[in-house]
C-alpha cells in the first residue's frame, strides 16, 4: 500500500519560514520524481516544485529565490523549505509522487496559513 505523509505544516507570520516534509512508503522511492502541489480556497491545485529521480529542481515562478525542495533516498523523504513567506502562500500543501506515465500517488495535505 502506497503512502505520502506530509507533515511540517503550520500557522507562520509574513516573512517566516517552515519546512515541509512528505514521507513515502510502499514505492521505489528513489526511481519517482516528486512535487509539491498546492490548493487554496477556491482555487486551483497548482504545481510549486519538484525534483526528478536524479534530483534536478523546478519551481513555479511564486517559489523561485524563497522555496527549496530536496530529497533524502536514504529516508524515502523529500522536504520543502520555504522561506520569505507570504499571506499568499496560504494553501493545503500536497506531496506528488510519480513514476512515469502511471497514475501518481497523493498524500492527504498540510495546511499552511500565513498570516500576523
Known amino acids: 500500500q502506497v503512502q505520502l505523509v506530509e507533515s511540517g505544516g503550520g500557522l507562520v507570520q509574513p516573512g517566516g519560514s517552515l519546512r515541509l516534509s512528505c514521507a513515502a512508503s510502499g514505492i521505489t522511492f528513489r526511481l519517482y520524481a516528486m512535487a509539491w502541489y498546492r490548493q487554496a480556497p477556491g482555487k486551483q491545485r497548482e504545481l510549486v516544485a519538484s525534483?526528478?529521480?536524479?534530483?534536478?529542481?523546478n519551481y513555479a515562478d511564486s517559489a523561485k529565490g524563497r522555496f527549496t525542495m530536496s530529497r533524502d533516498n536514504a529516508k524515502n523523504t523529500v522536504f520543502l523549505q520555504m522561506n520569505s513567506l507570504k499571506p499568499e502562500d496560504t494553501a493545503v500543501y500536497y506531496c506528488?509522487?510519480?513514476?512515469?506515465?502511471?497514475?501518481?500517488?497523493w498524500g492527504q495535505g498540510t495546511q499552511v496559513t500565513v498570516s500576523s
Open positions: 506528488n509522487a510519480q513514476l512515469g506515465v502511471t497514475r501518481p500517488y
Open positions: 525534483i526528478t529521480a536524479g534530483g534536478d529542481t
